[in-house]
C-alpha cells in the first residue's frame, strides 16, 4: 500500500493502523480535508479520527483549517468535516475547533455517509440508526464510540514528527496557524500583513497581536523592522 494514503498518513500521527507510517510528516490540515473527503468509502475512519481530535486537537492549526476548509473542501464534503469536528467537540475535543465546525455547511439533501448503506433497504436502518448530530449535518452515520486504546499519546507523535511541537506548546491557535501558513503554504515568507490575514481567516488586528508575539518569540522576522508591525513588510520564519 502506498505511503501517502489517508491510513500511512494518521498512522504518522499515531493511529494504530497494521501499515507503515509514511515516510514525509502529514499536513495535518490537509489530511482532514482529505479524510472528509475519503471518509464515505472508508468507514473505519470515523470513529478513529474523531478519537484522534479528542486527544490531540491542539495539534490543529485550526484558524489554517478554517481558511482551507473555505476555500478548498468542495461543498458535498463540507457535512463531513462538520460531523467529525461535532462529534469530537461533543465528546471532549477543544471547543476551540468550533470556528472550524461553524464554516462547515450542512448537505442540502440528507443521505448516508457510508456509501456501503446506499441501498434503499440499508438506508433506512442507517437513518432509524443515526445520531442526532449526523442529522443536523444531514449525512447518517452511528453515534461514535471512541477508540482510545487505537491512538498513541503526544509524546510518540512529538517523537515522530518534531515539527509538531511547537503547534501543541500554542495549543493550535493562531500564532500557530501563521507560522504553518508561512511554512506550508507561502514557502517561508508572506508579503504583508494583509496576505497573513487572507491565509489565516483572520483579522489584521488579530494578525497584528500573533505576529508581535511570534517576533518576541523569534519565530517570525521582518524585512524592515522600523516599519513596525503595521507597516507594508515582508514578514518570514526565522531560520533556526
Known amino acids: 500500500m502506498s505511503e501517502h494514503t489517508i491510513e500511512s498518513r494518521w498512522a504518522r500521527l499515531g493511529i494504530l493502523f497494521s501499515i507503515e507510517p509514511s515516510q514525509e510528516p502529514p499536513d495535518i490540515e490537509r489530511l482532514l480535508l482529505d479524510t472528509a473527503r475519503e471518509l464515505s468509502t472508508n468507514p473505519r475512519l470515523f470513529s478513529l479520527v474523531v478519537t484522534w481530535l479528542v486527544e490531540h486537537g491542539f495539534f490543529v492549526a485550526r484558524h489554517r483549517l478554517k481558511h482551507l476548509v473555505v476555500t478548498e473542501l468542495e461543498p458535498e464534503h463540507q457535512p463531513v ?83 509538531a511541537l511547537g503547534r501543541v506548546i500554542r495549543k493550535g491557535d493562531l500564532r500557530t496557524s501563521i507560522l504553518e501558513t508561512l511554512r506550508l503554504d507561502l514557502d517561508g515568507k508572506a508579503p504583508s500583513v494583509s496576505a497573513v490575514s487572507r491565509c489565516t481567516a483572520a483579522t489584521r488586528v488579530a494578525v497584528r497581536d500573533a505576529l508581535r508575539s511570534l517576533m518576541k ?24
Open 81 to 163: 468535516l462538520g460531523l467529525l469536528l461535532d462529534e469530537a467537540i461533543e465528546h471532549g475535543a477543544p471547543a476551540e475547533l468550533r470556528i472550524v465546525r461553524d464554516v462547515c455547511q450542512p448537505a442540502t439533501a440528507s443521505r448516508v455517509l457510508f456509501n456501503e448503506y446506499s441501498q434503499p433497504s440499508l438506508a433506512a436502518i442507517a437513518k432509524s440508526t443515526a445520531s442526532e448530530l449526523s442529522k443536523r449535518w444531514g449525512i447518517w452515520a452511528p453515534p461514535v464510540e471512541l477508540k482510545r486504546d487505537a491512538v498513541r499519546p503526544s509524546r510518540w507523535i512529538l517523537d515522530h514528527n518534531p515539527y
Open 217 to 240: 518569540e523569534c519565530a517570525v522576522v521582518e524585512d524592515d523592522p522600523k516599519k513596525g508591525i503595521d507597516g507594508d513588510r515582508k514578514i518570514y520564519l526565522a531560520v533556526a
